[in-house]
């Protein structure tokens, strides 16, 4: 009779996740793309705004620019200055004003529509090409319009991405690594934000998106050969794709217990189809809406958004002794580890108490930003011994920020609510999201450039 040790059932349960761990390394690649196109103006719109650019742009211009990924709209606030080489009334300005919010809605609805009709794999596939176009149009950009289609069509891989990628990890993985899974999303995000402050910080704006072009081309060719959903293929009748899909994923030859359990969910939740509206007519439902549209407003008015568009901008304006470059690489980097800490701290400590000490810790490192700019602007107040308290404040703030803020809104985005409105909470949190970076976004560049940092 064979004794099967704790040490042998562990690593059969890390050979059988293997599939797992490989489908969500070369999904998380797209997920890195949107972290990159997200992160970009950091390092690049100190560039476009700059006089010698090769693209005329104010610093309206450039606010625009940065949330149009989030928005997904068509085109954005084009150039209204006089040395602009595309003539343009306030009434059009207004129009593109509010047109990333149309955009926003349009586009994550078709996410949402997309998931289920072409699946969750091959949503992710269509990403690719987005992103690729995306990244070429940047580099042969000449004029703002250009730029701000660009911006354009990686809003909508990015709609198309977070809303297929969670619901496709959340039917392969095993019970015992879903959380850690999950958990892979915020963190490949901020890798992209990092990759895209290092590429920007040492290369041109053509060089570093032609480079970037690269990453779209890798998420597909890897992507590719991973299968679809388990849960998808059920939906659509495919009972044997689907029974060799989770025989790939669990690495073993019998599935049929879990596939019979997954084949009774499938047809529980078509029994009870859902609607956007059962958001808001369901109790349960209901209370999920409001928890994380409150996190998530929590989250973005505490800067976190502003601080990835503008960081070498707002490293420079504190009068930092490190280089801008520098500091948002430093950022970034702290980030990075931080958050993958924090995916493996959420199932230990809990949801709610990172989320409390991750609020009251951001506050007060932003407060002591504050306070820095302040004495050092204005007050006579010699602060050349104190140089390096931005810096530190700042990384306190992210350290404290992606423990809590930082990851567990996309975790609770995933485990509020049901299959069968899923998607529609995905698209809502989307539209959402979209509106609200929009806005704290506009402001910063507002109260920067009529107040001064301090006031921001």
């Known amino acids: 009779m064979k004794i099967t040790t704790g040490i042998e059932k562990g ?29 970009w103006p950091s390092p690049s719109l100190p560039l476009l705004l700059d006089e010698n650019s090769h693209i005329p742009m104010t610093n309206s211009d450039g606010s625009w620019l940065a949330v149009m990924p989030c928005m997904g709209a068509v085109v954005g606030s084009l150039l209204l200055d006089e040395n602009s080489h595309i003539p343009m009334t306030n009434s059009d300005g207004s129009w593109l004003a509010v047109m990333p919010c149309m955009g926003a809605v349009v586009g994550c609805f078709l996410a949402a529509y997309f998931v289920d009709k072409i699946g969750r794999r091959i949503s992710m596939l269509v990403t690719s090409p987005l992103y690729f176009v ?62 895209i402050n290092i590429i920007g910080s040492y290369l041109d704006i053509m060089s570093a998106a032609l480079l970037s072009s690269v990453v779209p081309v890798l998420h597909f060719i890897t992507f590719f050969f991973m299968p679809e959903s388990p849960y998808y293929l059920l939906m659509s009748k495919k ?5 060799n899909s989770l025989k790939i994923f669990r690495g073993v030859d019998d599935v049929s217990v879990e596939l019979s359990r997954l084949s009774s969910a499938v047809a529980e939740d078509e029994k009870l189809t859902g609607s956007i509206w059962d958001l808001f007519t369901v109790k349960s439902n209901r209370k999920a809406v409001f928890i994380i549209m409150g996190i998530r407003a929590v989250q973005q008015l505490s800067g976190t ?42 199932d230990k400590t809990g949801r709610r108490p990172l989320l409390i000490f991750s609020i009251i810790g951001s506050g007060f490192a932003l407060a002591t930003e504050g306070i820095y700019i302040y004495l050092q602007n204005y007050t006579d107040i010699d602060m050349t011994s104190f140089q390096s308290i931005p810096v530190i404040a700042l990384l306190v703030y ?19 609510f049901p299959t069968n409105v899923k998607a529609f909470a995905l698209c809502l949190a989307d539209i959402y999201f979209g509106i609200i970076v929009t806005a704290v976004s506009k402001f910063f560049q507002i109260m920067k450039d009529d107040f001064g940092m301090l006031y921001v």
């Open 11 to 39: 690593k059969q349960r890390t050979n059988s996740d293997f599939h797992q761990y490989l489908a969500t390394s070369t999904g998380s690649i797209a997920i890195i793309c949107t972290g990159m196109h997200f992160g």
């Open 134 to 195: 995306a990244w070429i149009m940047v580099a042969y950009s000449t004029c703002v319009g250009i730029l701000h289609s660009a911006r354009f069509l990686a809003g909508i891989a990015d709609g198309i991405a977070f809303t297929a990628f969670p619901m496709y990890l959340g039917e392969i993985a095993h019970s015992s690594i879903r959380g850690l899974l999950g958990s892979s999303i915020p963190v490949t995000t901020i890798l992209g934000f990092l990759l």
């Open 239 to 243: 009972e044997e794709d689907a029974k």
């Open 305 to 346: 958004t502003v601080i990835t568009f503008y960081a070498k901008t707002i490293f420079r304006d504190a009068g930092s002794n490190l280089s801008s470059s520098t500091a948002a690489i430093i950022y970034f980097s702290i980030q990075l580890v931080v958050a993958t800490l924090a995916s493996i701290l959420v």
């Open 398 to 416: 992210v350290i404290v920020f992606n423990l809590g803020m930082g990851t567990i809104p996309l975790l609770l985005l995933g485990e509020l």
